[in-house]
């Protein structure tokens, strides 16, 4: 059985670039709550070199099916990174009428 819902892990260099994402997932449905963490501390290497930047964390709940085409495409209108970090992590279990929540609140019109 696939996963009912994934949690997107995605860096923003600033709380305005995550509530502005957050509003683009949000209002087309794409994703049910979007939680920013404003602080946290990235080490990286990058183009040869370790970097080390204060981002801030976002924790997106939207489901499987979205995240190819709509979630990504949106994350990328909006982040100013070259390569932002966009991942997805299965949900395998969970309070049953969160994850019904989550379905509910992402269902798309047909």
Not at 37 to 59: Q, R
Not at 70 to 81: L, Q
Request: negative net charge.
């Amino acid at each position: 059985m696939g996963s009912q819902a994934i949690l997107i892990i995605s860096t923003v260099p600033s709380v305005e670039v995550g509530e502005q994402i957050a509003n683009a997932l949000l209002v087309n449905k794409l994703a049910a709550c979007v939680n920013i963490m404003p602080s946290v501390t990235s080490l990286y290497t990058w183009k040869g070199d370790i970097c080390s930047d204060n981002e801030v964390l976002l924790f997106i709940k939207s489901r499987p099916e979205y995240f190819i085409d709509r979630v990504i495409d949106t994350i990328k209108s909006i982040h100013p990174y070259e390569v932002p970090e966009i991942i997805a992590i299965p949900i395998i279990m969970g309070d049953q009428p969160y994850l019904e929540w989550i379905r509910e609140t992402t269902e798309l019109e047909k």
